[in-house]
């Protein structure tokens, strides 16, 4: 049991922990619980002990040379007042200093990094593709929220934002960026990251129209001739895409291996991994895709066709469609309203207009669902190889008799189908 001294300034200058004692615990004889702990090495520091149903308390109040005896007296007296009161000084303290550090926590937990986890977390069962795309719309649209603590972010301020970005961007913008917001929020909020997801049950900016632009020869021919400016390997890849009708990260995606003779491909392979339907695609090269392809340069150390920097593929397309619009402007034929993504709408459209049916179509766009639906799309498993071959060579000659500013040929369907038997 701890000794009951009556603690003065005198007597606490005076006290020195016994030889071979690591400290001592002095009590006062007239404030209960007010007490002294005398170190070895010398220190002194007051103390306030209570006791609660989950056992001993003891807080410290200050050293001595610090305080005054009688400083440290009041300072316990009202600390014990508090307990009295039913407060537990312990409980509290201990309370506020795990909030400081939740809060601490919370605000180095941004949401640019709570974006980027998501990304990765997300990379075994998402496409890369949406995954890149979802993280540059979110970075692109909110740039200011990158460096913000992820539970700072409130349901009124994001509602405000969202609608920022529909006023200045567009419905499909304000879609695209809530929709992955929200994703990455609710994947941060399941693993307790954040308390809440703040996007949660905002409504969309809108009901999308449909795009209906549809490429004809006149737009066609003023894009490729376009890629003049552009460096061959982006020129080769824009007008491949065109040519092809796949989609834009696939074909930039396109790797020397997916070929079946990468000296002179005659098909290439999607394979189901990079494909946006997880189903892997085969693709036939007419001869003006191979004909840019023999012309690209094999870089050494990068496995894309479409070589970028440090061993990726091309990611230029804003640039490559700027670059694009510039050069047919100085030349006197402006073209508003265009993306790369309509060459498959245009292809499409000018395939059905020479005769060729809708389910070919579908099978060239890597389509699951489409003109044979129902029943009927669980049983046909065919994939029209033969057709969609003439398909995708009279498509060649449609695109090569727009980038010379020439006529369609009167029967563009035979003369497909001729290059694709020939």
Request: aromatic share 6%; proline share 5%; with cysteine.
């Given at each position: 049991?701890?000794k009951?001294?009556k603690?003065?300034?005198?007597?606490?200058?005076?006290?020195?922990?016994?030889?071979?004692?690591?400290d001592?615990?002095?009590f006062?004889?007239?404030?209960?619980?007010?007490?002294?702990?005398?170190t070895a090495a010398?220190?002194?520091?007051?103390?306030?002990?209570?006791?609660t149903?989950?056992?001993?308390?003891?807080?410290?109040?200050?050293?001595?040379?610090?305080?005054?005896?009688?400083?440290?007296?009041?300072n316990?007296?009202?600390?014990?007042?508090?307990v009295?009161d039913?407060?537990?000084?312990?409980?509290?303290?201990?309370?506020r200093?795990?909030?400081?550090?939740?809060?601490?926590?919370?605000?180095?937990?941004?949401?640019?990094?709570?974006v980027d986890?998501?990304?990765?977390?997300?990379?075994?069962?998402?496409?890369?593709?949406?995954?890149?795309?979802?993280?540059?719309?979110?970075?692109?649209?909110?740039?200011?929220?990158?460096?913000?603590a992820?539970?700072?972010?409130?349901?009124?301020?994001?509602?405000?934002?969202?609608?920022?970005?529909?006023?200045?961007?567009?419905?499909?913008?304000?879609?695209?960026?809530?929709?992955?917001?929200?994703?990455?929020?609710?994947?941060?909020?399941?693993r307790?990251h954040?308390?809440?997801?703040?996007?949660?049950?905002?409504?969309?900016?809108?009901?999308?129209?449909?795009?209906?632009?549809?490429?004809?020869?006149?737009?066609?021919?003023?894009i490729?001739?376009?890629?003049?400016?552009?460096?061959?390997?982006?020129?080769?890849?824009v007008?491949?895409?065109?040519?092809?009708?796949q989609?834009?990260?696939?074909?930039?995606?396109?790797?020397?291996?997916?070929?079946?003779?990468?000296a002179?491909?005659?098909a290439?392979?999607?394979?189901?991994?990079?494909?946006?339907?997880?189903?892997?695609?085969i693709?036939h090269?007419?001869?003006?895709v191979?004909a840019?392809?023999?012309?690209?340069?094999?870089?050494?150390?990068?496995?894309?066709v479409?070589?970028?920097?440090?061993g990726?593929?091309?990611?230029?397309?804003?640039?490559?469609?700027?670059e694009?619009?510039?050069?047919?402007?100085k030349a006197?034929?402006?073209?508003?309203?265009?993306?790369f993504?309509?060459?498959?709408?245009?292809g499409?459209?000018?395939?059905?207009?020479?005769?060729?049916?809708p389910?070919?179509?579908?099978?060239?766009?890597?389509?699951?669902?489409?003109?044979?639906?129902?029943?009927a799309?669980?049983?046909?498993?065919?994939?029209?190889?033969?057709?969609?071959?003439?398909?995708?060579?009279?498509w060649?000659?449609?695109?090569?008799?727009?980038?010379?500013?020439?006529?369609?040929?009167?029967?563009?369907?035979?003369?497909?189908?001729?290059?694709?038997?020939?």
């Open positions: 049991m701890p009951v001294f603690l003065t300034q005198r007597t606490v200058e005076s006290l020195s922990c016994p030889p071979g004692k690591k001592i615990l002095l006062d004889g007239e404030l209960r619980g007010f007490g002294l702990r005398v010398g220190g002194k520091s007051f103390v306030a002990q209570y006791t149903p989950a056992g001993k308390r003891r807080m410290p109040l200050g050293t001595f040379g610090a305080l005054t005896v009688e400083e440290a007296r009041r316990a007296k009202i600390m014990l007042g508090a009295a039913g407060h537990d000084p312990f409980a509290e303290r201990k309370a200093g795990e909030a400081t550090r939740q809060a601490s926590v919370e605000a180095s937990y941004t949401f640019g990094l709570m986890a998501w990304a990765k977390a997300r990379g075994g069962d998402r496409r890369p593709s949406y995954l890149r795309e979802a993280v540059l719309c979110i970075k692109r649209n909110l740039p200011t929220w990158q460096d913000r992820a539970s700072g972010i409130t349901l009124a301020e994001a509602v405000r934002t969202i609608d920022a970005i529909k006023a200045d961007k567009g419905i499909v913008a304000a879609n695209r960026t809530l929709a992955y917001a929200r994703a990455a929020y609710g994947w941060a909020a399941k307790q954040v308390a809440v997801n703040p996007l949660k049950g905002i409504e969309r900016a809108g009901r999308e129209a449909p795009r209906e632009r549809v490429l004809t020869a006149d737009d066609l021919g003023p490729w001739r376009g890629c003049d400016a552009l460096s061959g390997t982006l020129a080769g890849y007008r491949v895409l065109m040519l092809t009708m989609r834009r990260e696939e074909v930039a995606g396109m790797r020397w291996a997916e070929l079946d003779n990468p002179d491909p005659t290439w392979t999607l394979p189901a991994a990079r494909a946006k339907n997880g189903r892997a695609h693709v090269l007419a001869e003006p191979r840019i392809i023999r012309t690209i340069p094999r870089l050494q150390g990068n496995p894309f479409f070589a970028g920097k440090q990726k593929p091309i990611a230029a397309f804003g640039y490559a469609k700027n694009i619009n510039e050069a047919i402007t006197g034929q402006p073209l508003a309203d265009w993306r993504h309509d060459f498959r709408r245009a499409v459209t000018a395939l059905a207009d020479m005769g060729f049916p389910h070919v179509c579908d099978r060239l766009l890597n389509h699951i669902t489409g003109a044979i639906q129902g029943v799309a669980v049983y046909q498993r065919a994939e029209f190889l033969n057709e969609r071959k003439a398909a995708l060579e009279a060649a000659v449609h695109v090569t008799a727009a980038a010379k500013g020439k006529p369609e040929a009167s029967n563009v369907v035979t003369l497909g189908r001729a290059a694709a038997a020939g």
